[in-house]
């Protein structure tokens, strides 16, 4: 799918297995750069091992349900997304309920508008694809992130706790209908 924003040339791919190496290394570095300045050296570096690894995104991709979007500039990949189902809150239970597990693009690349392409193609995947609703985690001390879920139309409904390293955060939950 190939898109432009205000003349900004992205274009957003399904991922591959042979893209594993990329989204390790693509999810490393926009993990780091979102979170380094709020958490400790060594919890980022646990989560980072434990979450980031080959092994680790093979198993995701296998897993029913799960889907790896890349987008790049040009020929650039700077970012990506990861949409699943299986993994509703009780408050979604019963629905038809897609989550928006990771969206993440590099820092150097958020002027382009990618993020609200990840956004726009993860709904439209959504909808293709016979879901009601959609849904997502986001962190409670990430302000520009609840806004920007806000602006494309989601609503905080609760909230889990997401450990990252050794510690426990807080997650709101919030979800779109569409």
């Given amino acids: ?94 629905l038809n309920a897609l989550e928006i597990e990771r969206i993440y693009v590099d820092k150097g690349h958020q002027d382009k508008k990618a993020g609200t392409a990840m956004m726009r193609h993860n709904i439209a995947y959504a909808k293709e694809n016979g879901f009601g609703t959609i849904w997502l985690g986001v962190w409670e001390h990430n302000p520009h992130a609840i806004r920007f879920y806000e602006r494309n139309g989601f609503l905080a409904f609760g909230d889990h706790i997401f450990k990252l390293g050794k510690d426990p955060q807080r997650d709101i939950l919030m979800k779109k209908d569409i």
Avoid: C, W
């Fill in 1 to 94: 799918m190939s898109i432009e924003y205000n003349d900004i040339p992205l274009r957003i791919r399904e991922a591959g297995t042979g893209d594993i190496p990329l989204l390790v290394a693509l999810g490393r570095r926009t993990f780091y750069e979102a979170f380094r300045d709020f958490n400790t050296e060594e919890n980022m570096t646990m989560f980072l091992d434990e979450q980031f690894r080959d092994e680790v995104l093979e198993r995701e991709m296998e897993e029913a349900g799960a889907v790896f979007f890349i987008i790049y500039h040009n020929t650039e990949p700077i970012g990506f997304s990861k949409v699943r189902v299986g993994h509703e809150p009780p408050e979604l239970a019963g």
